[in-house]
C-alpha cells in the first residue's frame, strides 16, 4: 500500500519537475523608439512549447482592408513563433480577438495561407475595443513536433 502511494505521488509530481527542469527562453517584444518598454514578451519558450504573447495588426493608424489587417497581425505572430524556433504549423492552439464578427470570411483567408499542415484549434472571439484601435488581436501555443 505504501509503495503504490509512493509510486502515486511521484507520478503526480512529473509534470511538476518536468516543468521545472524544462529550460525557459523569453523573446523579447519589439520596441519602438517613440513608445516605453513593452511589459511583456512577445513570446516564452518551456522546453518544447512556445507561447505567443497577443499582437495586434498595428491599429486604425496602419489603415487598409481586413485582409491587410489581417496579414500584418500573423506576420507579427510568424515573427515571434519564429524567434522561439518554431514554425506556423507547429502552432496548436490560437486565439483571434476581432473588434467586428463580419470580417471572419477575410481573416480566414488570409489565415490558411500561413499553413502548410493542418489547421490549428482555435476560437475566434469578438470584442467592442482594442489596444491602438486595432482590428485583431492573436495569440497562441506552439508546440515543437517530434
Known sequence: MLRTLLVAAGLALAPVAAAQAAEVTHIPAPSRPDLPA????????????????????????????????????LDNVKRAVEAGG?????????????????????????????FKGPLPARAYIGTSHLLGDARFEVMGIAVRKP
Open 38 to 73: 513593452p511589459a511583456f514578451s512577445a513570446a516564452v519558450k518551456a522546453g518544447d512549447t512556445l507561447y505567443v504573447s497577443g499582437t495586434t495588426d498595428g491599429g486604425a493608424a496602419m489603415g487598409g482592408t481586413p485582409a491587410d489587417a489581417a496579414k500584418r497581425v
Open 86 to 114: 518554431l514554425t506556423m504549423d507547429d502552432l496548436v492552439w490560437v486565439q483571434i480577438f476581432s473588434t467586428d464578427l463580419s470580417d471572419y470570411a477575410a481573416f480566414n483567408e488570409v489565415y490558411r495561407t500561413y
